[in-house]
T-cell receptor
Framework: GAVVSQHPSWVICKSGTSVKIECRSL??????MFWYRQFPKQSLMLMAT?????????EQGVEKDKFLINHASLTLSTLTVTSAHPEDSSFYIC???????????FGPGTRLTVL | GQNIDQPTEMTATEGAIVQINCTYQ??????LFWYQQHAGEAPTFLSY??LDGLEEKGRFSSFLSRSKGYSYLLLKELQMKDSASYLC??????????WGAGTKLIIKP
């Protein structure tokens, strides 16, 4: 099956710093990538949808200036959490959709802890 | 609005059968997915239904009725490793996945 990787797997940072998370589709081209956030014991919350070469579409309530998304190639999307605060601590998961446009393949997730 | 409903939690016994239901109301329909998510891990794909009927894949089966806006995931011969959350998601007319809150399945010996 299709493989999506995320890096780093976990990160601990100080409040006020920025953190970049990478999402890569390893064996297929992903025209669309999705970024989710999941708080403990809650379901996935879609943050934004990113299409290669264009600006990301953010869900209501998600600050685009705080969560910067770049999808520069068909295999890489990045999420940068700028000026992170403790309330940004969460499990961030990316997924990628292939050209057939149906199934989404999930990365393993990145656990962010902001001190 | 769009809505996916599934039970919050279910408990079953090792070796038994359990059925997890999902009802949905979405703007358009391009298929229904079931994912399994263990604590602290990302979801993994279990099944995809776009036509009515039952799809069987080993110990797991998924059923869809589009006219009723209803699906279920059937797990047979339950094993302890099946303890996880099971997420129902519907792809709407914009090819966006609408997620249910997940059903936490607890397997007891």
């Amino acid at each position: 099956g299709a493989v999506v990787s995320q890096h780093p797997s976990w990160v601990i940072c100080k409040s006020g710093t920025s953190v970049k998370i990478e999402c890569r589709s390893l064996d297929f081209q992903a025209t669309t990538m999705f970024w989710y956030r999941q708080f403990p014991k809650q379901s996935l919350m879609l943050m934004a949808t990113s299409n290669e070469g264009s600006k990301a579409t953010y869900e209501q309530g998600v600050e685009k200036d705080k969560f910067l998304i770049n999808h520069a190639s068909l295999t890489l999307s990045t999420l940068t959490v700028t000026s992170a605060h403790p309330e940004d601590s969460s499990f961030y998961i990316c997924s990628a959709r292939d050209l057939t446009g149906t199934e989404q393949f999930f990365g393993p997730g990145t656990r962010l802890t902001v001190l | 609005g769009q809505n996916i409903d599934q039970p919050t939690e279910m408990t079953a016994t090792e070796g038994a059968i359990v059925q997890i239901n999902c009802t949905y109301q979405t703007s358009g329909f391009n298929g229904l997915f079931w994912y399994q998510q263990h604590a602290g891990e990302a979801p993994t794909f279990l099944s995809y239904n776009v036509l009515d009927g039952l799809e069987e894949k080993g110990r797991f089966s998924s059923f869809l009725s589009r006219s009723k806006g209803y699906s279920y995931l059937l797990l047979k011969e339950l094993q302890m490793k099946d303890s996880a959350s099971y997420l129902c998601a519907v792809m709407d007319s914009n090819y966006q996945l609408i997620w249910g809150a997940g059903t936490k399945l607890i397997i007891k010996p």
